[in-house]
């Protein structure tokens, strides 16, 4: 396994969510020697593209990512409106360099029970943002989230089968694994073995409350929770996965109450902990 | 699929867990025409066993099932006293003509993060308690629960680990199927079918309500949520389930909050939605 410095993590600005915009998160991370960004969309369309661009290229950072795209099961059905949102996503990630575009999927329509009906419109969704992707550049990361977000916020929730789905749309499109989502998997080692280092596009990390207070938002700082996180960067790497480690901290009763400067300390001192 | 009526339906005496006593659970099951019973041991012990028994017997149910044993990683280790609680537990099940002993496994044992070690303990745990229970004549069912409890109640949460683990120990086990917990799995229509009749000891139900406020406590009446029961239903009786539906509903803010007979009044009138 490499050993981990501040250059090799990726601040995902939900960490600092209601501390910083997206300025500030790139100043953040150029002072705690940061190497990278991950920025959602919100706040880079607050800051406005072209300046983004601007600040992250002239701060010297990497962008591990773009959050998110994906929502395809929105408006009940693959609208052209849902289409060219991620259409705009991709080219968003195209104009800030990001090594993908991650993708949470959306859940079950409103009002609908057919879980299998939404993860068509799903894989469609992709297949459609993938062309377009795919002229553009970018990569395309399928994020499978934890199966308690799989009626709100992702029907894909298993590694395998976001990787089901990348098999039947072809190259351009791979997995954001985060630990969060799958430390409980007990086929995850195949998974990820599966999956090849071509199809790892971007490497999450936090860490698993226990107990848990809140479904969304009460992640914890690596090492403060029950993830084995070492093992699965093990794993990662061990398919020739050499990418920023991103850190996406969910936290309203903890991390979102500290001053920002503060946060990005304590996930360089976690780096033990990675 | 059968046309169901109140006899096809089993009370989990946690549905009104804050409500009633056993010997109240029992006689509103009488009441409402309900068919069988499935007792917390908790409730059990309070009631005492050889009562219980005749209090049951008396009224005519069944028993879908005694809820539960497991808990294996409580200790740390699998332990004598581990051991005893669950030859315990086979016991009563036997004592109450149980039609399967509920497994709820355990999670992570305090201060592991070693999810696998975990699943080791309790495949060891589970071979050892089915050796008693193969003689005592209980059957012994394996909830897979879902994902979001794995660090604090059960480390096995797919279908397909509960029946790696019954592959492994053979004769005599099988899983407890509950909706709440096995909805969002992609794969669960081909495990439910490797299953089969012979290691479907029991089909649990209730809902899941969307937002979800309660990782634990916030499950719904069936119909008020988004699971599409119905069609798991469908699958299970395709492999020739002709048990007991069992209703097990942690409620804190709605069902555990209203009087019994209107919980048991509304079960009744929710067959429609199963």
């Known amino acids: ?9 990726s601040l995902n600005t939900a960490t600092v969510s209601k501390q910083w915009d997206l300025a500030q998160c790139i100043e953040g991370c150029a002072c705690h020697g940061i190497g990278g960004i991950s920025p959602w969309r919100d706040k880079l369309q607050a800051c406005g593209v072209d300046r983004a661009a601007k600040l992250i290229r002239d701060a010297g950072l990497r962008v591990s990512g773009l959050c998110r795209g994906g929502w395809y099961t929105a408006e009940g059905a693959l609208t052209q409106a849902v289409i060219d949102d991620n259409r705009r996503a991709v080219d968003e990630a195209a104009a800030i360099g990001a090594e993908c575009l991650v993708m949470v999927v959306g859940g079950l329509p409103e009002g609908s029970k057919d879980i299998v009906a939404a993860r068509e419109i799903v894989t469609e969704g992709l297949a459609s943002t993938l062309d377009h992707a795919r002229a553009a550049g970018v990569r395309v990361a399928i994020e499978p989230l934890h199966p308690m977000y799989a009626a709100d916020r992702a029907c894909v929730n298993m590694t395998a089968q976001a990787l089901d789905i990348c098999d039947r749309l072809g190259d351009g499109i791979g997995v954001a694994l985060d630990v969060y989502h799958i430390w409980w998997d007990p086929d995850i080692a195949a998974q990820i073995r599966r999956a090849g280092k071509d199809r790892i596009h971007a490497f999450h990390v936090c860490d698993w409350m226990n107990p848990t207070q809140d479904m969304l938002l009460d992640r914890g700082m690596m090492g403060e929770g029950v993830i084995d996180i ?3 960067r093990r ?5 020739g996965f050499d990418g920023l480690v991103e850190v996406e901290i969910f936290s309203s009763r903890n991390w979102w109450t500290r001053p920002g400067d503060e946060v990005l ?7 033990p902990a990675i």
Do not use: K, N, W
């Open 265 to 271: 300390a304590a996930m360089v001192a976690a780096l």
């Open 1 to 9: 396994m490499r050993t981990l410095s501040a250059a090799d993590l």
């Open 230 to 232: 070492p093992s699965f």
């Open 235 to 239: 794993m990662v790497e061990a398919e």
